[in-house]
């Protein structure tokens, strides 16, 4: 319980951070964190998954395992619901991963992850590795198995409060 709950307090503070506003709901049916704007309708609804790393001792890098709800994930996207992967290290918080529960599904349903024999639920074990060299800034990738999830990482501007509004075509002139 710990270890989910300072998660989801690190993902409300990186919303925050980004100027975007977080609630918590008092009953938790699903959805841990609402994120939302004061100047825009939208809201996204976060469902935050934390996991432990497991440093490797060779490489710059982690891994970890995230446990999903196969109900949940199964479910009608409607409304959309983003789960917010969030990884605890022993120096503090690595890359977090923001992925729609759509995209969850898709990746699932071409054999990202494993089904948990125990609980049933959805297990990714998700490789964080850091190309270039440690001390220059690397880029991170994230995988799980053969699939690249490194689009995912930080990807706090696909929540639709943090999506760049669309422009508004100006109507031609006469």
């Given at each position: 319980?710990?270890?989910?709950g300072?998660g989801?307090?690190?993902?409300?503070?990186e919303?925050?951070?980004?100027?975007?506003?977080?609630a918590v709901p008092?009953?938790?049916?699903?959805t841990?964190v609402?994120?939302?704007?004061?100047?825009?309708?939208?809201?996204?609804?976060?469902?935050?998954?934390?996991?432990?790393?497991?440093e490797?001792k060779?490489d710059t890098g982690?891994?970890a395992s995230?446990?999903i709800?196969?109900?949940?994930?199964k479910?009608?996207d409607?409304?959309?619901?983003?789960y917010?992967?969030?990884?605890?290290?022993k120096?503090?918080?690595?890359?977090?991963?923001?992925?729609s529960?759509?995209?969850l599904?898709?990746?699932?349903?071409?054999?990202?992850?494993?089904?948990?024999?125990?609980?049933?639920n959805?297990?990714l074990v998700?490789?964080?590795?850091?190309?270039?060299s440690p001390q220059?800034?690397p880029?991170?990738?994230?995988?799980?198995?053969?699939?690249?999830?490194s689009?995912y990482?930080?990807?706090?501007?696909?929540?639709p409060?943090?999506?760049?509004?669309?422009?508004?075509a100006?109507?031609p002139?006469a």
């Open positions: 319980m710990f270890t989910g300072s989801q307090m690190a993902v409300i503070a919303l925050l951070l980004r100027q975007c506003n977080a008092h009953v938790d049916v699903g841990d609402f994120a939302m704007s004061d100047d825009r309708e939208d809201v996204a609804r976060i469902q935050v998954k934390t996991a432990r790393a497991n490797y060779k982690y891994r995230f446990d709800p196969m109900g949940q994930l479910r009608t409607k409304p959309p619901l983003f917010a992967l969030a990884v605890r290290k120096d503090g918080w690595g890359a977090f991963l923001i992925i529960r759509n995209s599904q898709t990746l699932w349903n071409e054999g990202c992850g494993s089904e948990n024999r125990e609980s049933g959805l297990q998700v490789q964080y590795r850091a190309e270039g220059a800034n880029i991170w990738t994230a995988n799980c198995g053969v699939f690249d999830l689009k990482l930080e990807a706090w501007e696909t929540l409060p943090l999506m760049q509004p669309e422009e508004i100006s109507p002139q």
